[in-house]
């Protein structure tokens, strides 16, 4: 797990512990796809709300493999879908990203009633965070 330590994750949560656009890649046949996304991570992974049947839930479907990228911070992981967003298992993370996301939740892109608003968890493999001239490795 390279030098990661509480140093590091204390950074982690410092700059994506709340709402922040990240990178994420997505792979499909073999050509990588990368889009912004709004997320929120707590530890070692991040948090998305998305559509099922968007593209990039499809390629995760397909091929659960993801890179994301973020201020200082590169890494890949897994993308596991969640499921729908109202879900009984889901209602802690939900109540989560309903303040983090507060901004703009609500604003008419996100239908809560639709069981096709669902939580994207990327779970972290590797990453290299930088910092003040420190690199941390996990």
Do not use: C
């Amino acid at each position: 797990m390279g030098n990661w330590n509480q140093e590091a994750e204390k950074i982690m949560v410092e700059r994506f512990g709340r709402d922040t656009i990240i990178a994420l890649s997505t792979v499909k046949n073999d050509m990588p796809y990368v889009r912004y996304v709004n997320a929120y991570y707590e530890n070692k992974a991040f948090y998305i709300i998305t559509y099922a049947l968007s593209n990039k839930m499809k390629q995760i479907e397909n091929n659960s493999a993801v890179a994301i990228a973020g201020d200082w911070f590169t890494a890949h992981g897994k993308g596991v879908n969640l499921g729908y967003f109202g879900k009984e298992e889901n209602v802690a993370i939900a109540d989560k990203l309903r303040k983090v996301f507060a901004e703009w939740i609500d604003n008419g892109h996100n239908n809560f009633d639709d069981e096709n608003t669902v939580i994207l968890r990327v779970e972290l493999t590797d990453g290299l965070l930088l910092s003040h001239g420190t690199k941390y490795e996990f």
